[in-house]
């Protein structure tokens, strides 16, 4: 049996179709599928990718589109992000990992001490790790809750080799006025094929 798997849009994780035919493109798992931006058989099928030292965003902070309301996240459970994961070759210029069962909840409040409790709200599951070889000699990094709040994010790194980064710092920040969605800050990352 023939294992495969959708190639799916790196931003909009839409499934890609072929500009001439319109059928899905589809990337079978069980043979050899070279990225175009690294040496012909030198795509590795796995990565491994590392975070350490991010910080989690523990404050209060305020939602710019409901300004009198603020928030906290909860994590259930804490997904402990400072640690290594295998990532698996998912289209020939993709590596990704789904880890499920991790819920990103958030407690809402009515002050900027978050003391006046609202209500609690709730509803991204599951981690995404994903790793983008988009050009020549740039990558894109990133772990969120289904690709909405980020826990690393490194855009348009700039690379030499195949797919192994020494370090890259995280891009996030814990957000202020909900400019940004991130629940960790702070940290790198590093990539080493496996």
Request: overall charge negative; some cysteine; charged content about 25%.
């Given at each position: 049996?023939?294992?495969?798997?959708?190639?799916?849009?790196?931003?909009?994780?839409?499934?890609?179709?072929?500009?001439?035919?319109?059928?899905?493109?589809?990337?079978?798992?069980?043979?050899?599928?070279?990225?175009?931006?690294?040496?012909?058989?030198?795509?590795?099928?796995?990565?491994?990718?590392?975070?350490?030292?991010?910080?989690?965003?523990?404050?209060?902070?305020?939602?710019?589109?409901?300004?009198?309301?603020?928030?906290?996240?909860?994590?259930?459970?804490?997904?402990?992000?400072?640690?290594?994961?295998?990532?698996t070759q998912t289209t020939a210029c993709q590596w990704k990992k789904?880890?499920?069962?991790?819920?990103l909840e958030w407690d809402w409040y009515n002050d900027a001490e978050?003391?006046?409790?609202?209500?609690?709200?709730?509803?991204?599951?599951?981690?995404?790790?994903?790793?983008?070889?988009?050009?020549?000699?740039?990558?894109?990094?990133?772990?969120?809750?289904?690709?909405?709040?980020?826990?690393?994010?490194?855009?348009?790194?700039?690379?030499?080799?195949?797919?192994?980064?020494?370090?890259?710092?995280?891009?996030?920040?814990?957000?202020?006025?909900?400019?940004?969605?991130?629940?960790?800050?702070?940290?790198?990352g590093t990539i080493v094929a496996i």
């Amino acid at each position: 049996m023939v294992r495969i798997r959708h190639q799916r849009g790196p931003s909009t994780l839409k499934r890609m179709r072929d500009v001439t035919t319109g059928k899905i493109m589809a990337v079978d798992l069980d043979s050899d599928v070279d990225c175009g931006y690294c040496p012909a058989g030198k795509t590795p099928k796995k990565i491994i990718l590392t975070l350490d030292d991010l910080t989690f965003c523990d404050g209060c902070y305020r939602r710019n589109y409901e300004p009198w309301r603020w928030l906290k996240w909860i994590l259930v459970p804490d997904p402990q992000p400072n640690r290594p994961v295998t990532l698996t070759q998912t289209t020939a210029c993709q590596w990704k990992k789904v880890e499920e069962d991790y819920l990103l909840e958030w407690d809402w409040y009515n002050d900027a001490e978050c003391t006046d409790y609202w209500a609690r709200g709730s509803g991204f599951r599951n981690l995404i790790w994903q790793v983008d070889r988009k050009a020549a000699n740039k990558l894109d990094i990133r772990v969120s809750y289904l690709g909405a709040h980020d826990i690393f994010r490194a855009t348009d790194v700039s690379i030499e080799g195949c797919i192994e980064i020494a370090s890259v710092a995280n891009e996030t920040t814990c957000y202020i006025e909900m400019e940004e969605h991130s629940v960790y800050t702070g940290g790198t990352g590093t990539i080493v094929a496996i």
